[in-house]
């Protein structure tokens, strides 16, 4: 799946909060590129975070897999069960919003 490049922002078009949305550094012709109208400035900002908040995520999911994996080697297979079906929701929601 692709999506419009970020970064994104969450911007305010008249600046009374009435018209907030999330933008995109892409530039077109007629200025920033929109990525979505929101009726609440506060969802502006939660969209526009979203494809920080993934890549963390990825980063952490893959920490922890890894962090698991090892320890369940080294004889602590308690940690990797409690672990397994955390990373697998985190790639669950992981995949939700990037397929």
Known sequence: ????PGPWKAWDDDGTGTLPCVLSDQVTAFGNFYVAQCNV??????????PDQNDA???LVDLAES??????SLGYPAYYADAKP?????????????E
């Open 1 to 4: 799946m692709t999506h419009t």
């Open 41 to 50: 400035y506060n969802d502006a900002r939660l969209i526009a975070a979203a």
């Open 57 to 59: 995520l990825v980063g």
């Open 67 to 72: 962090m698991a994996s090892m320890l369940n």
């Open 86 to 98: 955390r990373i697998d929701s985190a790639r669950a929601a992981i995949a939700k919003a990037t």
